[in-house]
């Protein structure tokens, strides 16, 4: 069995890890720091020590046959993602890893006013945050074809579970917008992005691009009151979108100005997945029962 490598190991890197280690496989993570190294030996994977946005602490990654997970986002400013071209750049012909799957983002595809879409639609990011991640994607794909190296893209939806619902903004009352006039947005369950994420390793097709979401969208601000009363609180105060842009910060905003529905038909049947949280009702029934 190939040893993995994850950069980016946060809770979708140690989600993966886990699934490869009931396997029996070595899992190493990136760490930048004693401090993130810690937490990924508490969580039985072996660090392995530097920094993407310093390219020579990348030079002795151990890459050679390893199947490599790029879950690092890029940075927050700016329209390019220099930490992933440092990664690709640092790994030697002499270290080629055997494969790359790479988590990227539905905002590549930019507004798409509700309708459902393929990974066939055009892509046309209109924020700096889908700029960033379609400026990775190029980046791999270039990479690849210089080095050989197959890889996948996986243009991941919003992403809930414990510990990823929006339970402070649901405590202190802020607004949505009205459902009447939300967007569509798309989801997948944590546990159900690690699984693909490994499905993608064995099972997807060399430079390809999937969608990954659990095929059930809905608007934004019924998730919110959906997550309100999962977890027993307060349904949150509705406001119109004129009032929304006078009192939502420009973070929220700008997730407001896209819709779109993700067809996962490709997921599901390239790479065989069964999610264990096919719709959100799903997943917050299991949050409720533990």
């Not at 510990?163 to 159900?192: F, M, W, Y």
């Not at 060399?206 to 969208?217: L, M, Q, R, S, T």
């Not at 009151?225 to 006078?246: F, H, S, W």
Request: aromatic share 6%; hydrophobic share 40%; with cysteine.
């Amino acid at each position: 069995m190939n040893s993995v490598l994850i950069a980016g190991c946060g809770d979708i890197g140690q989600r993966v890890a886990r699934l490869y280690r009931a396997q029996g496989a070595s899992v190493r993570g990136l760490a930048r720091s004693e401090s993130s190294a810690a937490r990924l030996r508490a969580g039985g994977i072996e660090p392995v020590f530097g920094d993407l946005a310093k390219g020579a602490t990348l030079k002795n990654l151990p890459t050679a046959e390893a199947v490599l997970f790029y879950f690092a986002p890029p940075p927050a400013q700016g329209e390019r993602d220099p930490l992933l071209q440092n990664f690709l750049a640092a790994i030697g012909v002499a270290r080629r890893p055997a494969k790359l799957v790479l988590i990227s983002t539905t905002a590549v595809y930019g507004d798409c006013r509700g309708v459902w879409i393929t990974e066939a639609q055009a892509v046309q990011p209109q924020t700096a945050r889908g700029r960033r991640r379609l400026d990775a994607e190029n980046t791999l794909r270039c990479w690849g074809r210089e080095t050989g190296v197959p890889f996948v893209i996986l243009r991941v939806g919003g992403i809930y579970g414990p510990g990823r619902l929006p339970v402070a903004r649901l405590e202190k009352g802020l607004p949505i917008l009205d459902p009447v006039e939300s967007p569509q947005t798309n989801r997948i369950h944590q546990d159900d992005l690690a699984q693909v994420c490994v499905a993608a390793m064995e099972r997807g097709v060399p430079g390809e691009v999937y969608n990954i979401a659990d095929g059930h969208p809905g608007t934004m601000s019924q998730y919110f009151i959906d997550v309100a009363k999962a977890l027993g609180l307060p349904p949150p105060p509705v406001v119109p979108r004129a009032e929304a842009e006078k009192v939502m910060s420009a973070g929220m905003l700008s997730y407001l100005q896209e819709s779109r529905r993700l067809d996962n038909r490709k997921m599901r049947e390239e790479l065989a997945v069964e999610l264990r949280y096919p719709d959100l009702a799903a997943g917050l029934a299991a949050l409720q029962r533990n």
